[in-house]
């Protein structure tokens, strides 16, 4: 069992700055590849980049790249999402979730990100 609590959401203006982090709590979190999610109202969520369990490998959406950057600690157990050029259609419900094999077993309670024009 994985509980994850994401903070670092808020308000910022466009062309802003924002770091997203997620904390882990249970055992094997190297083994858990992450990712953080989005969903903007009206919309379906949305991958916006992962990371393998070693960190060696990452895949972002191509609305991102370039602007946000995943990385994870896994001595302190967290992920964290670097969000740099932001725009207003950033703006969304930001989820971190864990991956045993497949799917994504476990998510996070949400934390609000909202970027203005």
């Known amino acids: 069992q994985v509980q994850l609590v994401e903070s670092g959401g808020g308000l910022v203006q466009a062309g802003g700055s924002l770091r997203l982090s997620c904390a882990a709590s249970?055992?094997?979190?190297?083994?858990?590849?992450m990712a953080w999610f989005r969903q903007a109202p009206g919309r379906e969520r949305a991958l916006v980049a992962s990371?393998?369990?070693?960190?060696?490998?990452?895949i972002y959406a191509d609305s991102v790249k370039g602007r946000f950057t995943i990385s994870r600690d896994n001595a302190k157990n967290t992920v964290h999402l670097q969000m740099n050029s932001l725009k207003p259609e950033d703006t969304a419900l930001y989820y971190c979730?864990?991956?045993?094999?497949?799917?994504?077993?476990?998510w996070g309670q949400g934390n609000q990100v909202t970027v203005s024009s």
């Open positions: 979730a864990a991956s045993w094999l497949r799917d994504y077993d476990y």
């Open positions: 249970g055992r094997f979190f190297s083994s858990y590849t």
């Open positions: 990371i393998t369990g070693s960190g060696g490998s990452t």
